[in-house]
């Protein structure tokens, strides 16, 4: 084949290829690691935590076995309150789970100063499941959803006040399981949910990632308290994610982390 057939035939490659991508019959994929602190893991409908601040909800991909809900610090308060305010405006985060049928599930108090027990509640109303006493900082102990449905959970807040969230149980089927997140290509089993002052956001998602778990996603948010003496008057809501670790051990440093909060 002479130079002018060889020139001819390249043209004609990158004229079929262009149509190709143009027809959406081929795409490109391009890896940059900025989006692992805006973009949820691929494979996860939406672990996003930008998303989970508006929407109050996430939803699960099937490879996930374990969820971790926070309740955040000051969660107890009624909304609209302008004195001793919410620092977001759910009392759980995420507010409304949507995860796959076999799925555990443990609250982490993240509540300064403050203990919760939480009621799960099936669609008929009864009680399925009870945490008992949840100190700040704890974990509680854990419950698989093991049947489909809608169960309604709640705590008692300050007086008046009822602290509710649900879990949306369902045959989820994901069509990729992979995570993208630049620190850990793994497939991930655990997501879970931390919130931490903006200030101190650079030194928290070092020591996290230092004891082995992944920063998936961040979102900093202006709270509703507008500034505490410590923290500052942005927050940041971290989704965290591990693959293959043990829960207890990641629970117990994330303990060590909420302890020292600058929170009250």
């Known amino acids: 084949m002479d130079n002018n057939n060889k020139i001819s ?28 602190q805006t973009n949820s893991s691929e494979g996860q409908p939406n672990i996003n935590a930008e998303s989970i601040f508006n929407t109050k909800t996430m939803t699960l991909g099937d490879n996930i076995q374990n969820l971790v809900i926070l309740i955040p610090n000051e969660g107890h308060h009624a909304a609209g309150e302008d004195n001793e305010a919410r620092f977001l405006d759910q ?8 995860v796959n049928t076999g799925t555990t599930v443990q609250w982490f108090n993240g509540d300064a100063g403050h203990e919760h027990t939480i009621d799960v509640k099936d669609a008929s109303g009864n009680t399925v499941f009870n945490t008992g006493e949840i100190v700040d900082s704890q974990a509680s102990q854990p419950f698989t959803f093991s049947n489909p449905g809608v169960f309604n959970y709640e ?11 649900s879990v949306t149980v369902e045959d989820i089927q994901s069509p ?3 995570s993208t997140s630049s620190s850990n ?12 002052p903006t200030q ?17 996603n961040t ?17 940041t809501l971290i989704v965290w994610t591990t693959g293959g670790k043990d829960l207890g051990e990641t629970l117990s440093f994330l303990s060590e982390i909420s302890a020292d909060l600058p929170y009250s």
Request: no cysteine; glycine share 12%.
């Open 185 to 196: 290509s793994s497939i991930i089993d655990t997501v879970g949910i931390l919130m931490v």
């Open 9 to 36: 035939s390249i043209h004609l490659l990158f004229a079929i290829a262009s149509m190709l991508v143009l027809s959406g019959a081929v795409s490109f994929a391009f890896s940059n690691d900025v989006f692992a």
């Open 176 to 178: 990729m399981t992979s």
């Open 155 to 165: 705590a008692e807040g300050d007086p008046g006040v009822t602290m509710t969230g």
């Open 219 to 235: 979102y900093d948010f202006k709270d509703l308290r507008g500034g505490q003496e410590g923290t500052g008057d942005t927050q």
């Open 200 to 216: 101190d956001i650079d030194d928290y998602i070092q020591q996290i990632s230092g004891a082995g778990i992944t920063v998936d």
């Open 91 to 98: 009392h759980f985060v995420p507010e409304n789970a949507v």
